[in-house]
């Protein structure tokens, strides 16, 4: 079946590291996101890629740093720089185009300990 | 940026009630989308519905566009409705293509 693949489910990290949440996805849509939800909070767009090797900051992008040098992959790296970085981290794609929808992943939880 | 805005923000239903979530947006859209997050934080998408009106077994949708607001309608709940509904949309001015979320409407059907 066609998905979106976030690994791991549950990431605990020390502070002071950098850490990589990986985001695979087999429907060979053109376009990636990452959010980031906080407690009782909505959404917010960290980063987003509309084809390889391009990606653009979205409005929370500070600590945060991406990379997409495959259609199917768009990994998200949480620096040390990222002053609170405990949340869940959900990763999104759709095709291009104006009259698609989005297709989440189910998301991983970050602990910094 | 757009604003959307979610009501209300919290919503408790005995099961077999029905109930109207809104979702009021600041800017016109080329993309609407219904999500039910559930308890372990998954999205599901429930309706893709930039205009018009949708409908699922229990669940219906309708995005009225000219006046920027869209209606979820849930009828007959169940306790397996409970959990968070996001309104996000994504607008035609934008500098490329990417969903702004409501704050999402929390509800709690009880048995």
């Known amino acids: 079946d066609g998905g979106i693949t976030q690994s791991p489910k549950y990431l605990f990290r020390k502070e002071g590291q950098n850490v990589t949440l990986s985001c695979e996805q087999n429907?060979?849509?053109?376009?990636m996101y990452w959010y980031r939800q906080d407690p009782g909070q909505g959404l917010r767009l960290i980063y987003y890629s509309q084809i390889v090797n391009d990606f653009q900051k979205g409005d929370i992008a500070e600590g945060y740093s991406v990379s997409r040098e495959k259609k199917e992959s768009f990994p998200l790296t949480v620096t040390s720089a990222q002053k609170n970085p405990t949340a869940f981290y959900l990763c999104?794609?759709?095709?291009?185009?104006?009259?698609?929808?989005?297709?989440f992943g189910s998301g991983t939880r970050l602990t910094v300990v | 940026g757009i604003q959307v805005e979610q009501s209300p923000p919290d919503l408790i239903l005995q099961e077999g009630a029905n109930s109207t979530l809104r979702c009021n947006f600041s800017?016109?859209?080329?993309?609407l989308q219904w999500f039910h997050q559930n308890p372990w934080g998954q999205l599901i998408n429930l309706f893709y519905i930039p205009s018009g009106t949708k409908q699922n077994g229990r669940l219906s949708a309708t995005t009225v566009a000219t006046e920027r607001y869209s209606l979820l309608y849930i009828s007959s709940s169940q306790t397996t409705d409970s959990g968070v509904y996001f309104c996000a949309v994504d607008t035609i001015k934008a500098a490329g293509n990417k969903l702004t979320f409501g704050g999402g409407t929390r509800v709690l059907v009880k048995p």
């Open positions: 429907l060979n849509h053109d376009a």
């Open positions: 800017d016109s859209v080329n993309n």
């Open positions: 999104a794609s759709r095709p291009t185009g104006w009259n698609y929808g989005y297709t």
